[in-house]
């Protein structure tokens, strides 16, 4: 099985800086595609920035946030700048896993949550 783990999270004022972590854990043979997403109150989970061979940014965040990875780590981070309140939301980790040496199947894991919360 394979775990993914956020961190970073937390309350800061609009126009703030938080960095966010991922860690991928347990049964990780190798990590494809990594990305973030979030899901406000009332509102459909969201892509916010997918990694595979570069970095696809939505509109709403292009130019203050930026996405990076360690692959040695099997983890992954998004350093938010320039924080709106806007921004408010759970984020979650995905990565796309192949768990064996012996298969080429992937799948996806999803991370538990973590809360952003930019004040006015």
């Known amino acids: 099985q394979v775990q993914l783990v956020e961190s970073g999270g937390g309350l800061v004022q609009a126009g703030g800086t938080l960095t966010l972590s991922c860690a991928a854990s347990?049964?990780?043979?190798?990590?494809?595609?990594m990305g973030w997403y979030r899901q406000s109150p009332g509102k459909e989970r969201e892509l916010v920035v997918i990694?595979?061979?570069?970095?696809k940014y939505a509109d709403f965040v292009k130019g203050r946030f930026t996405m990076s990875r360690d692959h040695a780590k099997n983890a992954a981070y998004l350093q938010m700048n320039s924080l709106k309140p806007e921004d408010t939301a759970v984020y979650y980790c995905?990565?796309?896993?192949?768990?064996?040496?012996?298969?080429?199947?992937?799948?996806?894991?999803w991370g538990q949550g973590t809360q952003v919360t930019v004040s006015s």
């Open positions: 347990g049964s990780v043979y190798g990590i494809s595609d």
């Open positions: 990694s595979t061979r570069g970095e």
């Open positions: 995905k990565a796309r896993v192949r768990t064996h040496w012996s298969t080429l199947d992937t799948y996806e894991f």
